[in-house]
C-alpha cells in the first residue's frame, strides 16, 4: 500500500504519526519458526517485563470479565427492548432465499449491531438467554475470555477455500453474497468465529463436507467489539474433519473508501459510477464473512454477477461468463493460489482499458475512465509496469505468479495505492499521466508508486508478514525498492544512493527523534490498532534499515539472500527472524559470520536512533573516541518509558569511517560500536586531517564530531568540496541543521556549512539544505526579526541563481531522462529564491503569469508551475487567484488541478484564504484526499497559519467524522495543522483543544504536543543565538 506521498514544491515536514504505548510493549517478539502453528499463540516475553506485563495482564483479565458482564447485561436488555420495538432492521434490502435450508439458521438482526440472540424453530428466548449466561459463566469459571471476545481469531479453524457469489446492485449501491468457507478442524469446538462487519446476514448453514446432512447451528450473533460473526452449534466440530461454512448475507456498497465502497465520475456531462474494494488491513470483513487475518491463507474463487453494461474485475482472469436473458451477466473468476484476504479485491465499472504483455507472457491491462484511456493517459503506467516486472522476476529470480496484472485508476481512493494481487488499485493522480503537461516530480511520483506496488506483488503478496506487527516487512522492501526499481528505469538518476537520502532517510530522521516515536515493530492487538502500524516509521524508517543492512551485508550477497527467502516462503507467511535466519545463512555462504537477528532486534525493536559522537583531538596516538546515545530534538521531554531513561539505549552500530586531508580521502574502514563509549586507533590521523563518520549516508544515525573536526569540514567543503561524496555533502549538511536544532551544536554550524553551497553544482545537497531550511524557515516566519535570516538565505542563492537561470523550453521525454540533475538543481534554487523573496526571482514569476493571462497560452515550464503559480498567487492582485481558481475547475489534467489548487493556499489575503478553507470541505468542488492538504498548506502559509490552526478546531467533528476511519488521513492533517505552530500561547490552546476533542488520532495530538513544546523550547534557548550570529555575519 502506497500512502499518500508528494514531493513537495517546500519540501514537506514529517507528518507526525502514531505510537502506542511504549509501557505496553515487550521486548522479545520474535515469533518460532512455522509461522502458522504458533502465529495465534502466546508470545515469549522478556523477564525483565515479565512481572509488569503480568500484573497488567490479571488487571485487563478482570477489567475484560466485567466489560463482559455489562455487555451481556445490556445485550438481554436490548433483547427485550426490541421485542418491543418490533424488529425494524435498517440493513440493506434482503437478496436471496431465507430459511429454506436445511439446518439452517436465520439471523434477523441488522449487521454489526450488539449481540442479540437469534429467533429459532426450538422455541423461546427465554430459553437461549439462559444458554447464553450459562455459556458465559462457564468462561468466566474458566478464567478465560470467550472465543469471540479475543484480540485475535481463535486457531481452532483454518479456512482452506472459500466459494463467493456476489451480486452487484449498481441501482442502489447493494450487494448480496453467498460464501462457501471449506474449513479444517484444528481443535475440536462447537463455535465457528469468522470476521464480519455492516452485513445484513440471512442465513447460516454448516454441513460436514461432501456428506448430506447438516451440522445443527444452535444460534448465531455478532459481536461488534471484535468485528466477528459467531455461529453455536449443537454438537462440537471434529479435528481432522473437513467442514463447509455457507453464510448468505447483503450488506451496502458504501459512500466511504473503505470495503467494497462506490465512486464515480463525469462522462459527457453524465455521471458513472463504479464500485471497487479497499481490503487493507481489516476491511475485507466488510464485504464478506471471512478469517480475516494474513495468517490465514486460503485459496478463493469469486464469481460477480452485474448489469451487462459493467464489466466485472478481480484478482484472476474472468474463466467464463454467463449471459442472462434480462441484461445481467456473471463472471466465474478462476482459482486464486494461496493468499490472505487483505489483498482480495474486486471492482466493477465500465472503464475501458489498454494491454501489453511482459516477456515472459504476463498479461497487464490498465482500466481507466474511457476519456483517459483514449487521450493516452496510462500509457506512460502501463509500459514501465511491463518493464517494472521483468525487472522484478530477474531480481527476485521468482516469477510473478499470476496470468495478468491489472492496473485499475480510480478517481478516489484512501491511499496513493493499493497492491491487490493481480489487481492493483491506483488514485488516479498517482498513476495517470499527460506528458505534455507534467513535471519531472510529477513523473517521479507516478513512476515510484507503481515500483512499489509492483515490489509487493513480491513482498507481500507472494509472501505475507505473519502479523501486522511487521508490516515494515513488506512496507520497508516496497518503499525501498522505489528507489532501486527507479534507477533501473533510469539509470542516471542515483535515486538509492541519493535522493533516497532527502526524501526517506532525512525525513524520517526527523519523525524517529521525537522521544514518543515508537519501534518499527510495533506490537497489535486490537482491529483499532492496525491502521496504526501504517505510518511512516514502518514506512521510511523500514526502507533505511534494509539499506543499512543491504549496504553491511554487500549488496550482492543481500540480493541473494532475498532470492532464498522469497523461494522458502512464497504462498506462505514469513515473520522478520525468518528474513535474519535466510540472511545470515547467505552471509555465511559467502564466509562472513553476523548475527543478523541480534544486530537487527536492536534497530527494529528499539524506537529511536543513535548519535555517535566521534572526539579526535583530545587524544594522542592516533585514538579517537567514539560514543553513541539516544538522538532526541527536545532532551526535556520525559522519556515515555519511565523505567527505561534514554541511556539505556544501546545499538549496534556499522560505523564506517574515512580520514581526508585538503585534496584526499582514504577509503572507508568499518568498526562495530556497541558500547556506549569506546576508544579506536585510526592510522594516518595527521594534525590537518578530518574525520568523516557514515560514509554516503548508509547508516541510520547521526554523526557529531568535535568543533575542531566541523571546522575542519567546514575549511574542506569551501575549498575543495568534491573530496566528499555528494551524498555525505547532503548528510552533513543534514545532521548539522538537526545536531543544532536539537541543541548538540552551536546554531551557526549550519549556516556556516551552506556558505560553500555556491560552488555546490550538483542537486543532493541543495535538496538536503532546502529540506533542512524548511522548520527553520517556520520557526522563524512569524518574528520580528524574520528579515535578518532571510537576508541571509538569500544571500547564499543568489549565484547560484544567476548562473542558472531559467528554464526556457518545455521537457520532453529524453530531456528528462537525460538532464533530470540540472533541471532538478535548477529548480531548487528557483524555490529558494522565489520563497525567499528574490527580487527578479518575483519579476519572472510575475510577468509569465500575467502573459498567461493575457494570451490565454500557458507558457509556463512545466517543472516549475507550481512555484510560478504559487508566487503569482502570493504577490499580485486578487484577478489573479480567481483566474487561478477558475483553471482549478476547467482542467481535467490531475496533475494540473492538484498544483493550481495549492497556488491558492500560497494567498496573503486573509480572506481569500478563509474563504478555500470553507470551500475546501465541500466535495463537489475539493476531492476528499484533496481537502486535507488545503488545509495544511493554509497552515504552511504565515499568513494563514493561525486561521487553519483555527478552522480545524471549529470542523474538528467533522474532519473527524470523514477522516476518521482512514486514521492515516486523519494524523496527517493533525500533524500538518500543527508543527509550525510554536508560541506559549498555541501551545496552551493545543492542550486546552485536545482536554475537550472527541475523536481518534489520540496518538497524534500527543505527538504533536511534544512537537510544539520542542518548537516553544527552541524559541526559547536559542532564537536569539541565531539571530546575533547572523547580525554579526551580514556586517563582515
Ligand atoms: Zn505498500
Known sequence: MALEEKREKRPPVTPMMIEE??????????????????????????????????????????????????????????????????????????????????????QPHGAGQSPRPEEDARGGEAVEEEEEEEEEEEWQRRRELPPWARPRLPRHLRPLHYNLMLTAFMENFTFSGEVNVQLEVRNASRYIVLHAHRMHIEAVRVAEDKLAGGVRVARTFFYPQTQVFVVVLNRSLEVQKSYNLKIIYNALIENELLGFFRSSYVLHGERRFLGVTQFSPTHARKAFPCFDEPIYKATFKISI????????????????????????????????????TYYLAWAVCNFTYRETVTKSGVVVRLYARPDAIRRG?????????????????????????????????????PYAAMENWGLSVFVEQRILLDPSISSILYLLDVTMVIVHELCHQWFGDLVTPVWWEDVWLKEGFAHYFEFVGTDYLYPGWNMEKQRFLTDVLHEVMLLDGLASSHPVSQEVQQASDIDRVFDWIAYKKGAALIRMLASFMGHSVFQMGLQDYLTIHKYGNAARNDLWNTLSKALKRVGKSVNIQEVMDQWTLQMGYPVITILGNETTDNII?????????????????????????????????????TSHISSEAIIWVSNKSEHHRIPALEEASWLLGNINQTGYFRVNYDIRNWKLLINQLTRNHEVISVSNRAGLIDDAFNLARAGYLPQNIPLEIMRYLSEEKDFLPWHAASRALYPLDKLLDRTENYNIFNEYILRQVASMYLKLGWPTNNLNK?????????????REVIMLACSFGNKHCHQQAATLISDWISSNRNRIPLNVR?????????????????????????????????????????????????????????????????????????????????????????????????????????????????????????????????????????VSFSRAVETVEANVRWQRLYKEELFQWLRKSLTQ
Request: aromatic residues 10%; proline residues 5%.
Open 625 to 661: 573516541v567514539i560514543s553513541q546515545e539516544r538522538f532526541v530534538y527536545d532532551s526535556d521531554t520525559k522519556p515515555k518509558d519511565p523505567a527505561r531513561g534514554d541511556n539505556s539505549y544501546l545499538w549496534q552500530i556499522p560505523l564506517t569511517i574515512a580520514v581526508g586531508n
Open 305 to 340: 454477477r452485474h448489469q451487462a453494461t459493467y464489466l466485472s474485475l478481480s484478482n484472476m482472469p474472468v474463466e467464463t461468463s454467463v449471459f442472462e436473458e434480462d441484461g445481467w451477466v456473471t463472471d466465474h473468476f478462476s482459482q486464486t493460489p494461496l493468499m490472505s
Open 21 to 106: 504505548e511504549a509501557a505496553l510493549r515487550n521486548g522479545s517478539r520474535g515469533l518460532p519458526p512455522g509461522p502458522w502453528a504458533e502465529a495465534a499463540g502466546p508470545r515469549p516475553r522478556t523477564t525483565e517485563r515479565h512481572i509488569a506485563v503480568h500484573k497488567r495482564l490479571v488487571l485487563g483479565f478482570a477489567v475484560s470479565i466485567l466489560a463482559l458482564l455489562a455487555v451481556t447485561m445490556i445485550a438481554v436488555l436490548l433483547s427485550v427492548r426490541f421485542e418491543e420495538c418490533g424488529a425494524a432492521a435498517d440493513g440493506p434490502p434482503r437478496a436471496g432465499g431465507n430459511g429454506s435450508l436445511s439446518g439452517v439458521a436465520r
Open 866 to 1002: 507550481d512555484i510560478v503559480y504559487c508566487t503569482g498567487v502570493s504577490l499580485m492582485d486578487e484577478d489573479v487567484w480567481e483566474f487561478i481558481w477558475m483553471k482549478f475547475h476547467s482542467t481535467t489534467a490531475v496533475s494540473e488541478k492538484k498544483i493550481l489548487l495549492e497556488a491558492l493556499t500560497c494567498s496573503d489575503d486573509r480572506n481569500l484564504l478563509n474563504r478555500l478553507l470553507n470551500l475546501s470541505l465541500n466535495s463537489e468542488v475539493v476531492l476528499d484526499q484533496d481537502a486535507i492538504d488545503v488545509i495544511i498548506h493554509v497552515a504552511r502559509n504565515p499568513h494563514g497559519r493561525d486561521l487553519a490552526w483555527k478552522f480545524f478546531r471549529e470542523k474538528w467533528k467533522i474532519l473527524n467524522a470523514r477522516y476518521g476511519e482512514a486514521l492515516f488521513m486523519n494524523s496527517k492533517l493533525v500533524s500538518g495543522v500543527t508543527e509550525f505552530l510554536n508560541t506559549e500561547g498555541e501551545l496552551r490552546e493545543l492542550k486546552n483543544f485536545i482536554k475537550s476533542y472527541e475523536g481518534g488520532a489520540a
Open 377 to 413: 493517459s496510462g500509457d506512460y503506467a502501463l509500459n514501465i509496469t511491463r518493464r517494472l516486472i521483468e525487472f522484478y522476476e530477474d531480481y527476485f529470480k521468482v516469477p510473478y505468479s499470476l496470468p495478468k496484472l491489472d492496473l485499475l485508476a480510480v478517481p478516489k481512493h
Open 814 to 826: 529524453s530531456l528528462v531522462q537525460a538532464s533530470y540533475q540540472h533541471e532538478e538543481l535548477r
